[in-house]
């Protein structure tokens, strides 16, 4: 019997990766930009047929961002999250639609929770592609989504999936900014004081 998720999401697989960046040319950081992502990948009960209700997949989609969270942020290797982002893609008798679907803000409450927190909208992507096409993940920081240094993305491959009647929905969370960010713009602890005043 496959897993499910809340027993409203067939799992076929889940899956994950990490970055760890020291320098982008310029000097070694002092502690590196670790960047992480988690992934699962679902049966799409919708594949291959119209049908204007999606709640069935955004529903129960709190478990599979709450699940989702955990296994990016313990990546981070117990590093707080400081930047996230989220999307996926359907595979190719599905539509973009459907991984809209498990990716709203009821997804999105449930991730912010379990990556300690955070006040902004959280990007996204999501398109309809063939097993094993990458999709970049964009990244913003977690509490104001305008601190420019914290613009990145993270890249998602898994081989063998979506499969046409599957979505893949990921995470991608990061400890950080990118490592020599220096275009100007709000800065990290200008935007937390701000907040805090």
Aim: net charge negative; proline share 5%; glycine share 16%.
């Amino acid at each position: 019997m496959a897993e499910t998720v809340d027993g409203a999401y067939e799992v076929r697989s889940w899956h994950g990766g990490v970055e760890e960046i020291w320098h982008e040319g310029g000097a070694r950081a002092e502690l590196p930009l670790v960047k992480a992502w988690a992934g699962v990948i679902i049966r799409n009960p919708f594949a291959g047929r119209w049908v204007a209700d999606l709640s069935g997949l955004t529903a129960p989609s709190a478990r599979l961002g709450a699940d989702l969270g955990r296994r990016a942020a313990a990546l981070l290797g117990g590093r707080a999250v400081e930047s996230y982002g989220k999307g996926g893609i359907a595979g190719v008798n599905g539509e973009q639609e459907h991984v809209v679907a498990c990716v709203t803000t009821v997804f999105g409450d449930a991730l912010r929770a379990a990556v300690g927190g955070g006040r902004a909208w959280i990007s996204s992507v999501t398109k309809t592609a063939a097993p094993g096409t990458p999709i970049d993940i964009p990244l913003a920081f977690k509490d104001e989504v305008y601190v420019r240094s914290h613009y990145d993305a993270v890249g998602v491959l898994v081989p063998d999936g979506p499969r046409p009647d599957e979505l893949l929905i990921c995470v991608a969370v990061a400890t950080g900014g990118r490592v020599h960010h220096r275009v100007g713009g709000l800065g990290r602890d200008e935007a937390l004081e701000a907040m805090a005043g």
